[in-house]
Nanobody
């Protein structure tokens, strides 16, 4: 079952967005969920991951700060709350699942088409 990232759009610098990951209640409740993004002309990069127990891992280059990952087990959703968006945040954003956040990106699965976030004035 694909995980669907949604909530993207065109926003101005400094705005906030909340992306949502949905699709498989079981995966969203019991697997590690990672958020990734791919900017134009660049490789896809991992940003943050939340384990099934609720521990957040910040992958290199994406320290805690403007983005926060949140899991809602009641709604079977995982969110990426993004604040103070900048033009260099423009990318397609994806969520995917794995057994644990320590797994390499290539072992994450259930990739969906992603959601476009464009930050521009």
């Amino acid at each position: 079952v694909q995980l669907q990232a949604s909530g993207g759009g065109l926003v101005r610098p400094g705005a906030s967005l909340r992306l949502a990951c949905s699709g498989s209640d079981f995966a969203l409740d019991y697997y590690a969920i990672g958020w990734f993004r791919q900017a134009p002309g660049k490789e896809r990069e991992g940003m943050q991951c939340m384990s099934s127990s609720g521990v957040t891992t910040y992958w290199p280059k994406h320290r805690a700060g403007r983005f926060t990952i949140v899991r809602d087990r009641v709604k079977h959703m995982v969110y990426l709350q993004m604040t103070n968006l900048r033009p260099d945040d423009t990318a397609v954003y994806y969520c995917a699942s794995a057994g644990g956040c320590e797994e390499p990106q290539r072992d994450f699965g259930s990739w969906g088409p992603g959601t476009q976030v464009t930050v521009s004035s």
